[in-house]
């Protein structure tokens, strides 16, 4: 399955079809790159804000994407797509709409994680994972480097009915149930690309 790594505005994609070039991208053939030249590409693409979408075609993407982790510090989130009675719950942290997430803690796995995070983050409860959903992947500055996340969703539904309360202590402002209407018109203009994935493919609009 093809992996899309976003960076701001632009991405990484690791694929095994042939892609046309189109628009602002970088199409590169991994098969005889060596692990130096991927590095340089990578580098490049960081260090060039407005450049272009980098396009990497490989045989074999788990290994290729194993090779981009070894670029960054690699951490794995898991978080919750909640819904209730046609409604979507959204933290709204940083100016941005999001969706409750968080690392995965050390002896958790990630449907543990998934659930303790939404907990936290919105003081919800009875949470019921009904199945997984695409996992999403970006990088982002951390500390004196780069990170790259992949983060591990899961569909989740609950009978919860008492007040959500936003952890401010993690910069949340807001937490609410939104229906599709408000998702049109508030979240997709105003979210992080990768959640937008998972809005799209999940809800769609």
């Known amino acids: 399955m093809n ?9 990484i994609l690791i694929t095994s079809d042939e892609i046309q070039q189109s628009g602002n991208q970088l199409i590169v053939n991994t098969s005889n790159l060596s692990a130096e030249l991927l590095n340089e590409r990578i580098t490049n693409f960081i260090q060039q804000n407005d450049g272009p979408d980098l396009i990497l075609i490989t045989k074999n993407i788990d290994l290729l994407f194993g090779e981009l982790k070894k670029q960054f510090k690699y951490i794995e989130a898991a978080g919750g797509l909640i819904e209730q009675n046609n409604k979507y719950l959204f933290i709204y942290r940083l100016k941005k709409w999001d969706l409750p997430k968080g690392k995965i803690d050390p002896g958790e ?4 994680a998934a659930i303790r995070e939404c907990e936290e983050e919105c003081a919800i409860s009875g949470l019921e994972i009904i199945k997984e959903l695409p996992s999403t992947y970006h990088i982002y500055q951390y500390k004196t480097g780069f990170a790259l996340k992949t983060t591990y969703w899961f569909l989740m539904n609950t009978t919860f009915l008492g007040p959500l309360i936003p952890q401010t202590e993690e910069y949340i402002e807001k937490a ?3 229906d599709e209407n408000r998702i ?5 203009p ?6 937008l994935d998972l809005i799209l493919f999940s809800i769609g609009h």
């Open 3 to 11: 992996k899309k790594v976003y960076y701001n505005s632009k991405y």
């Open 109 to 112: 796995n990630s449907r543990q």
């Open 176 to 178: 609410e149930w939104l």
């Open 184 to 188: 049109k018109q508030d979240v997709i």
């Open 190 to 195: 105003n979210t992080y690309l990768s959640v």
